[in-house]
């Protein structure tokens, strides 16, 4: 069964700062893997999607790694801002599980403080 | 609209009373997800369909729960008999394919609360 671990749970930084979040799982039987974030009281919005045979993406101040063999993403925000406080959530497309249903990790709450 | 639509945003209801969800995907998108969060967890599966085959409900929590998807567009998840522990943040997602490469957008959610 796939299992998707986000660290750290809470991230608190001063604005302007680069910043990493991280993502594992257990499953290399992947499809991809993409980021989200998710606003208080929203729904989710992607951020990057990375295929199972690329090695990262980026967007903008975002980019987010893939090392499928070691079950390991980063998403690296750069030049921190305070729009940016939310929580990102990481998730796998998994070539096992029926429909490749996302699994996602329980989450980064970053918060960016002017 | 563009992205996938979900209504009510917002649902109070009593214990025991029935609620319906909707969910309308991103026209042409042939696969569609329901996902749970409650308070402080993570996202859990609730049930995928695909075009016209048959729906894995594998992810739904007990028979009380139950969804159908019309014409392969518009879904509605139908909670019979509402209880407490049900209260939630239910999520609607879309991909143009189902198996594979596809991206998955999600909706706005649907807020659930029982009293």
């Known amino acids: 069964k796939q299992e998707v671990t986000q660290i750290p749970a809470a991230l608190s930084v001063p604005e302007g700062e680069n910043l990493v979040l991280n993502c594992s799982f257990t499953d290399s039987a992947i499809y991809n893997l993409q980021w989200f974030r998710q606003d208080p009281g929203k729904g989710l919005t992607s951020l990057l999607l990375i295929q199972s045979s690329q090695r990262e993406q980026t967007s903008g101040r975002l980019n987010a790694s893939l090392d499928k063999s070691s079950g390991r993403s980063t998403l690296y925000i750069a030049a921190s801002q305070p729009g940016d406080s939310a929580t990102y959530l990481c998730a796998v497309r998994g070539r096992e599980t029926s429909g490749s249903r996302l699994t996602f990790g329980e989450g980064t709450q970053l918060t960016v403080n002017p | 609209g563009a992205g996938v639509s979900q209504s009510p945003s917002n649902k109070v209801t009593e214990k025991g009373k029935d609620v319906e969800l909707r969910c309308d995907p991103i026209s042409g998108h042939t696969a569609l997800y329901w996902y749970r969060q409650s308070l402080g967890q993570g996202l859990e599966f609730l049930i995928y369909?695909?075009?016209?085959?048959?729906?894995?409900k594998s992810g739904l929590p007990s028979d009380r729960f139950s969804a159908e998807r019309t014409g392969g567009s518009v879904s509605t998840l139908t909670i019979q008999r509402t209880q407490q522990e049900d209260s939630a943040v239910y999520l609607c997602?879309?991909?143009?394919?189902?198996?594979?490469?596809?991206?998955?957008?999600f909706g706005e959610g649907s807020r659930l609360t029982v009293l």
């Open positions: 997602a879309s991909s143009l394919l189902a198996e594979g490469t596809g991206e998955l957008f």
């Open positions: 369909f695909q075009g016209n085959s048959a729906p894995d």
